[in-house]
């Protein structure tokens, strides 16, 4: 569709193309009520799990680079910093997320977020690195998963690595307090 706008007037004057940037992301991972199927990951919308909430986002404009993967997470979060960078304005210092337009471009190596905490009412998850806790209900307890070896969360390490448990439940607690 986008193509298609290329220069509509003939006139060589800005296209739509390239003052725009496009986003695409879903809010979070599939509906069991409609059948999704989030394979390989655990669970559905409204989870804190993985098949709940990692979702592929596309982002396409001018001066990206084509076909570029970027694989580490990010956050919705980092949708206005990005929008507010491209179009060249200034980012206000208090506000959540970070643009992507440096990782995209490559002007910055590493990740957007060290951590990745994501709460809703009573279920939390922070994600730091490839360690994940995550926690359902108020009363139950937090499970540990390393993301890299088993990304459908099948197997809770936290009694195996109560450091680890430990330092997320940090995590955790800064969040909250900010």
Known sequence: ILSSLEDPTG????SLTDNTLVIFINDNGGASSIGADNTPFRDFKGSIFEGGTRVPMIIAGS???ENATFHS???SIDILPTCLDAAGAITP???????LLPYLNSTIHGVPHEVITIRNDTKVSVRK????IAKNTTNS???LYDLDEDPRETTDLANSHPEIVTDLLKEFTAFETT
């Not at 006139?11 to 800005?14: K, M, P, T």
């Not at 690195?129 to 994940?132: Q, R, T």
């Open 11 to 14: 006139d060589g004057s800005i």
């Open 63 to 65: 001066g990206l680079p």
């Open 73 to 75: 997470p990010i956050h």
């Open 93 to 99: 210092a208090k506000i959540d997320g970070v643009s």
């Open 129 to 132: 690195g490839d360690w994940k």
């Open 141 to 143: 307890p937090f499970l």
